[in-house]
Structures are given as structure tokens and as C-alpha cells.
């Protein structure tokens, strides 16, 4: 896959740099950043894929600082983020937008870490668009979640009206998976590996549509879809600014590994049990849409896909549009 890292640098808006002539003073002493112990949550899929460098260094003394829990619920982050267990966690975006609101700005998002990774899938050959959906039944995981948001969305925007023209279904991804492979269901939307997992167990289930391309048709405004994210309590970025944006340099340079050396990263995703083979995480990271945007290239990346789900719902985002604060910046830029 030939992703890189920022996918929107194009948008990097000619940041200017602004040094004032300040007094001279002594220098501080330099903080140790290895000295600061950092809680990371890391959620099954794509997000644990880009992070596994990173885990595997850190199990290995490269990083004793860093301390990786991972989990396949998003409910397991959102409690220790807010219970103080966790300084980091992973999150689907629009869900570290609630936090942000629930916590009153008690949270930032430091890093975009994946963009869109959803695709329906048919055992058949019917659905080229998304008017072919009418009158089936899709099933779906993520209710409540940037899934449902985005399922609603398009649909609406193609004339269908959930639970009328289309049925859409919520159930676990590992149900809705292991219905598709024995055939009992026809439709499903899912993300990757989920996805690729299905796909090499029955041969009759292909891609139908790719629903970051259906976001984009039926937005039509530029915005992309920004599905993953890694927030931090903002009381750990103020007292250890250096030691996060040290993590996040570490954990970009994670990314850009996992993405040139996708063997290599396939067996180290299927050692942490990320996904059921290496086979599967070799063949999914393509499709995972792996990405590491940071500082100043987050609002614009984020802002436009907040605004529609804003406008669909605005529960969907907390009530409100974020404010700037829950965006990040590093001091240097």
C-alpha cells in the first residue's frame, strides 16, 4: 500500500512559524522523557496494526515507559481514559468527540491514525450502488459509533431512508462474521480485518461497495472519512508535553514501519493476537487505511467529516462541534 503517513500534507496549510525576540535566560534542564511512565490503550484493528511497533519495542525494553493495554472495546478506553487509568487511547473519532464534551475539554486528540476502513460486503452479485440496497437488509457493527453514523448518512443521501427502504441490523462483528462465512446472511458492512477474515473463509463474499468512496460521493464537499483517532487526557499533555510528543514521534515512525515492512508487521500483528493469522493482517493492512496525522493538519482533516455527522446528529459528536482546544498542536509548531 502506498498511504503515506500524513495524507494531508497536501493540506498543510502554509504554517508559519513565528519566533519573538525574548530575553535571554538560563536554559532548563532537558526533561527525560523515558523518565515518564505513559498508559496507552490500544484497540483491536487497525489502530492496534499501526501501534505495533511501537507495543512490540516497548515489551521488549526499547520503551520501558510505555505500557500497552490492549482491548477489542471501545467502552473499556472511554472508561480508563476517564477514570485516569489510561494517559492515551485509541478511539473512533467521532467517539473522542463525545469524550471531549462529556469530560468538558478534559481531552485532546493528538493524532488522526486511520481514515476509512468500512466496505459492504456481498455473498452475491446484485449491489453495484448504493440504490441496490433497497429493500435488503444490511447488517452492521459499531451502533452508536462512527459505522452507524456513516451507514445512516449515505443512505440518506441516496434517497434511502433507514428502517424503511433498507433494514440495517446491529450485532457484534464477530457474529455478523461468522454469519457471513456460512452463508446465512448476504449483506454486511464491516471494517478491516474483519473484512479480509470473511473474504479468504468464503470465496462467494467479495467487496461490494467501499464506503470511504460512498462518503465522499454523497458529502461531495472534500471532506474524507477520519474514522480512528488516539485522544489524551489533556491534564497528562500539560503536565508531560514533551514526553507525548516524543510518543507521538515514536508512534509515527511505528506507522511508517508497519507500512514498509508488511511482512514483518503481519507476524508481529498476528503475535499480539491483533488479528487470527498473519495471513489475514498481511492482506488487511493494505486496505486499513493507516495513516499518522498530527498538529496542525488535524482540524482540517477532522472538521469537515464533524460537521456532517453534525449536521445528521449532533449526539453524534456531543451535542456540539469541537471546540479548537481539542485539537493538539506541539508547542514547536
Do not use: W
Request: hydrophobic share 45%.
Amino acid at each position: 500500500m502506498k498511504r503515506i503517513t500524513s495524507m494531508f500534507m497536501a493540506l498543510a496549510m502554509s504554517v508559519s512559524l513565528l519566533t519573538g525576540c525574548a530575553e535571554k535566560t538560563e536554559p532548563e534542564e532537558p526533561v527525560d522523557v523515558t523518565a515518564v511512565d505513559i498508559n496507552v490503550g490500544v484497540l483491536k484493528g487497525p489502530t492496534g496494526m499501526g501501534a505495533i511497533k511501537l507495543m512490540d519495542d516497548a515489551e521488549n525494553g526499547v520503551y520501558p515507559n510505555y505500557h500497552f493495554t490492549l482491548t477489542p472495546e471501545v467502552t473499556d478506553v472511554v472508561a480508563r481514559i476517564s477514570n485516569g487509568d489510561l494517559d492515551i487511547g485509541a478511539l473512533p473519532t467521532n467517539v473522542a468527540a463525545n469524550l471531549y464534551s462529556k469530560t468538558n475539554g478534559g481531552v485532546q486528540i493528538i493524532a488522526i491514525n486511520c481514515l476509512g476502513v468500512l466496505y459492504i460486503l456481498e455473498n452475491g452479485d446484485s449491489v453495484k450502488s448504493v440504490e441496490d440496497l433497497r429493500g435488503r437488509t444490511i447488517y452492521c457493527n459499531g451502533q452508536g459509533s462512527n459505522p452507524e453514523y456513516i451507514i445512516n448518512y449515505v443512505l440518506k443521501q441516496n434517497g434511502l431512508t433507514p428502517g424503511e427502504d433498507v433494514t440495517v441490523v446491529f450485532d457484534e462483528a464477530s457474529v455478523i462474521s461468522a454469519n457471513m462465512i456460512q452463508g446465512n446472511i448476504d449483506l454486511c458492512m464491516l471494517p478491516v480485518p474483519a473484512v479480509t477474515t470473511i473474504m479468504m473463509k468464503n470465496p462467494d463474499v467479495h467487496k461490494a461497495l467501499d464506503m470511504t468512496k460512498e462518503y465522499a460521493a454523497a458529502a461531495n464537499d472534500g471532506s474524507v472519512l477520519t474514522m480512528g483517532c488516539l485522544v489524551a487526557r489533556k491534564a497528562f499533555i500539560e503536565e508531560n508535553p514533551e514526553a507525548v510528543d516524543a510518543f507521538l514521534k515514536n508512534y509515527e515512525a511505528s506507522i511508517a514501519e508497519v507500512l514498509a515492512d508488511v511482512d514483518a508487521s503481519a507476524e508481529l500483528i498476528a503475535k499480539y493476537e491483533i488479528t487470527g493469522s498473519a495471513q489475514i493482517a498481511k492482506l488487511a493492512i493494505p486496505d486499513a487505511s493507516i495513516v499518522c496525522i498530527t498538529g496542525e493538519d488535524l482540524k482540517p482533516a477532522l472538521e469537515g467529516y464533524f460537521q456532517v455527522l453534525f449536521d445528521a446528529n449532533p449526539a453524534s459528536v456531543g451535542g456540539a462541534m469541537p471546540a479548537d482546544d481539542f485539537y493538539y498542536v506541539p508547542a514547536a509548531e
